[in-house]
């Protein structure tokens, strides 16, 4: 079959599909369909893709964006493992957008199909979760002062010390010995750049001495204690982060089996409305499935040709006669009409292939 998709130039079909797609799982489904011959299937995916584009055309784009891949977070909340600040903040990505889904297909809605209300009913919500998440992590690299008391009061004592180191150094920036006026920070401590030639006239540890050899940096002794209380806190401040990143890795132990279905229901929605957006850029209508061995193409237009090039077709096969002989000279449309028969069925996930064969 591969072979024969090959030359119908289906990859080129699925591969228009995927860039209608925002979800990296979205658009892997996109690239990994295959044709469908159960009529079940068919119908069932043709009503999804209906439903899909009737809710564009009545509320506009569905609200989702790109998401990271949580797979490799999911294994370490299943085994009960902490989880970092990034991982943590996709995390409440994807119970943000499950949230946002789920509120674009249930509100204000009258839904006459409900054959994707199942889709959008299991997405799990959990709004007190994925506040605290967000509310307490600004980046990857950053919590929030709020993210728990004990944090937000060792980074007040950070700030009011480093105020104080600051104002002890300060007198000494007017000093003929320095090489600038400039506070800078060495091994997570502040020092002073100093002039190689008066090393000895500022009292203090040196941490560093410039590639040239003439600036020494010193950490003056008037400051060694404050520079001591500053990195006690700095430690505990790295501490309380541990905690928190703990607590709200836990928070998740419970519903990981959750937010790992929303993840795979995230991926199904947005394959299935990228279809229906593909449907929407090319007009594209849904086939009548007959159980007979025939078909009625009336007007129908190859995908992958432009659409101002593209001439439409009408073909009836298998109702008044069985056989059907096209003739004419070389890039007459031959190869075009037989292409199109095969692929005029295909209407977002549910393909039908029909053959015609020499009797």
């Not at 995927?18 to 892997?28: L, P």
């Not at 490799?72 to 119970?95: G, H, P």
């Not at 703990?246 to 199904?268: C, D, R, W």
């Not at 849904?286 to 007007?299: A, V």
Request: charge should be neutral.
């Amino acid at each position: 079959m591969e072979n024969n998709l090959l030359k119908l130039e289906f990859d080129k079909i699925i591969n228009i599909l995927s860039r209608f797609a925002i979800t990296e799982k979205g658009k892997q489904l996109s690239l990994d369909l295959l044709p469908f011959f159960d009529k079940s299937k068919v119908i069932k995916a043709l009503n999804e893709t209906t439903e899909a584009l009737v809710l564009l055309l009545r509320k506009g784009n569905i609200p989702i964006y790109e998401i990271e891949d949580i797979t490799q977070y999911i294994l370490l909340l299943e085994k009960n493992s902490f989880i970092s600040a990034k991982a943590l903040l996709d995390i409440a990505n994807v119970l943000k957008l499950s949230r946002l889904l789920k509120e674009y297909y249930f509100e204000n809605s009258l839904n006459e199909s409900e054959c994707l209300t199942n889709y959008f009913n299991n997405l799990y919500i959990n709004i007190r979760i994925e506040n605290t998440i967000f509310s307490s992590i600004i980046d990857e690299n950053t919590l929030s002062d709020d993210a728990s008391p004990e944090l937000a009061s060792i980074r007040r004592n950070i700030r009011k010390l480093n105020q104080n180191v600051r104002n002890k150094l300060q007198s000494l920036l007017s000093s003929k010995y320095l090489q600038e006026p400039i506070i800078t920070i060495k091994n997570n401590r502040f020092v002073v750049p100093v002039k190689n030639e008066h090393r000895n006239d500022i009292k203090g540890f040196v941490h560093d001495i410039s590639a040239s050899g003439s600036t020494i940096f010193i950490e003056p002794m008037s400051v060694f204690e404050l520079n001591n209380s500053l990195n006690v806190l700095k430690n505990e401040e790295i501490t309380e982060i541990e905690k928190i990143l703990q607590k709200l890795s836990a928070s998740l132990f419970e519903i990981t089996e959750e937010i790992k279905n929303n993840y795979n229901l995230i991926g199904i929605i947005d394959f299935i409305f990228a279809k229906a957006k593909y449907s929407r850029e090319t007009n594209s209508i849904s086939p009548i499935i007959s159980e007979k061995k025939e078909i009625n193409l009336k007007e129908a237009k190859h995908p992958l040709i432009n659409e101002n090039d593209v001439v439409p077709i009408s073909i009836s096969l298998g109702e008044n006669y069985s056989t059907l002989v096209i003739t004419g000279p070389n890039t007459g449309g031959k190869t075009v009409v037989l292409k199109t028969v095969r692929f005029t069925f295909c209407y977002g996930y549910g393909w039908t292939s029909y053959s015609c064969k020499r009797k």
